[in-house]
T-cell receptor, first 116, second 114 residues
Framework: SAVISQKPSRDICQRGTSLTIQCQVD?????MFWYRQQPGQSLTLIAT?????????ESGFVIDKFPISRPNLTFSTLTVSNMSPEDSSIYLC?????????????FGPGTRLTVL | AQKITQTQPGMFVQEKEAVTLDCTYD???????LFWYKQPSSGEMIFLIY??????QNATEGRYSLNFQKARKSANLVISASQLGDSAMYFC???????????FGKGTKLSVIP
């Protein structure tokens, strides 16, 4: 199993600023994903973080708003740019790896973001 | 595309009783996986149980069991002997074979009453 940490665990930010969220895994993983969970809602996939290439974004999410980096197989960052109150959400990273059983897909503890 | 439907926004159950949380799904894939996750108020996503579409037996993990009816495209979660700590949001999710991208339902908020 993998141990995933996220930083920060929570933050309160002002409108118009940007926040970078880090996701660190204690072992190399093939896949890393970023999800958003708006208040009272379900989880929605933002993008797949690809190591060494640009992230793959889902419909409705764009790189200018949510730039993602993945410099190696254990680390990724998600930036929420030019924030507005609508960006207030929990942001979660999840990881999976080829060869793992499906019940081994793990989630990080999440970053709870409030935008004023 | 996959779609997950959870029709129960909220459920109440008496402590020590069993409860069933409903989940139906829609997919054109022949091979897929179904998950249930628990999300307490802290926000973390806790894996509960997994069922593969070709698994012949219903999955069980301790007090959790998945009532899988493939023809009806349903994957209900059964929690036996409910505990106060079971109060949380529960999400049903689906994954196509060969992928690690989850599609989630809207969730069911379970409240366990002492």
């Amino acid at each position: 199993s993998a141990v995933i940490s996220q930083k920060p665990s929570r933050d309160i930010c002002q409108r118009g600023t940007s926040l970078t969220i880090q996701c660190q895994v204690d072992s190399q993983v093939t896949m890393m994903f970023w999800y958003r969970q708006q208040p009272g809602q379900s989880l929605t996939l933002i993008a797949t973080a690809n190591q060494g290439s640009e992230a793959t974004y889902e419909s409705g999410f764009v790189i200018d708003k949510f730039p993602i980096s993945r410099p190696n197989l254990t680390f990724s960052t998600l930036t929420v740019s030019n924030m507005s109150p609508e960006d207030s959400s929990i942001y979660l990273c999840s990881v999976g790896s080829a060869g793992w059983s499906y019940n081994e897909q793990f989630f990080g503890p999440g970053t709870r973001l409030t935008v004023l | 595309a996959q779609k997950i439907t959870q029709t129960q926004p909220g459920m109440f159950v008496q402590e020590k009783e069993a409860v069933t949380l409903d989940c139906t799904y829609d997919t054109s894939d022949q091979s897929y996986g179904l998950f249930w996750y628990k999300q307490p108020s802290s926000g973390e996503m806790i894996f509960l149980i997994y069922q593969g579409s070709y698994d012949e037996q219903n999955a069980t993990e301790g007090r959790y069991s998945l009532n899988f009816q493939k023809a009806r495209k349903s994957a209900n979660l059964v929690i036996s002997a409910s505990q106060l700590g079971d109060s949380a949001m529960y999400f049903c999710a689906m994954i196509p074979a060969g992928s690690y991208q989850l599609t989630f339902g809207k969730g069911t908020k379970l409240s366990v009453i002492p």
